[in-house]
């Protein structure tokens, strides 16, 4: 089962490490991270580095493929090469995958036209541009197409998806391996919970938040 993770600069680490985590447990998985150059690529604002193994033209299908959102999502939006890619190797995938902003690079591919899709919060009302319906959950499953909400969503997108494909028992194993039971100090994870002055200010600013500008 190969699963291709596209990572790009400026990504949010935490939107592909935390689906891999968890499908790197799938049946014979062999993960491939892919990008359109070889070599490292800088996550969030720069400090840590991941490192892409193939370019895309080397990995033409996959079983699945993941990606990710983060402040350098809005350029991939608009990059033919990657847009291109992605619906080629989408006619090859039984799952193709997305983590918070994410489901908007694979909306700017028309992978998600008609659809029902999530994002982060914060991005939510820029599907229905693309013709997706959004949808605020933390998961959604749409056919082959699962996206997940912001960020930490991502290992409850992997776990979900183990589910599907192995059962209830590879899920619970996987989950309890890496000991994933969350127990925030704060219930501030959603909108919904957070307080309200709280939401009402990172709407304010959120290209700043999303995009760091």
């Not at 985590?21 to 892919?34: K, N």
């Not at 033209?57 to 890619?85: F, H, K, N, R």
Request: with cysteine.
């Amino acid at each position: 089962m190969r699963v291709a993770i596209l990572l790009y600069d400026r990504m949010t680490a935490l939107d592909a490490i935390g689906a891999y985590e968890v499908l790197r447990f799938g049946p014979d998985a062999e993960i491939v991270c892919v990008g359109k150059r070889k070599g490292e690529i800088r996550a969030g604002g720069g400090t840590l580095g991941l490192v892409v193994d193939k370019e895309l033209a080397e990995v033409p299908s996959a079983d699945i493929v993941l990606v990710p959102g983060g402040p350098g999502q809005e350029d991939l939006m608009t990059d033919t090469e990657v847009l291109d890619w992605l619906r080629a190797v989408d006619q090859t995938t039984t799952w193709t995958l997305s983590v918070c902003t994410g489901s908007l690079i694979l909306a700017a591919a028309g992978l998600l036209r008609g659809r029902k899709a999530t994002s982060h919060w914060l991005a939510l009302d820029q599907l229905p541009g693309f013709g997706v319906e959004p949808v605020e959950q933390r998961v959604v499953f749409d056919g082959k197409y699962v996206t997940a909400a912001g960020v930490s969503a991502s290992i409850d997108m992997g776990l979900a998806l183990a589910n599907r494909m192995a059962g209830d028992s590879a899920a619970q194993a996987i989950q309890l391996g890496l000991e994933y039971d969350p127990q925030p100090p704060h219930d501030a994870g959603s909108p919904a919970k957070a307080p309200a002055d709280l939401v009402a200010n990172m709407r304010e600013h959120s290209r700043l938040f999303l995009y760091g500008n």
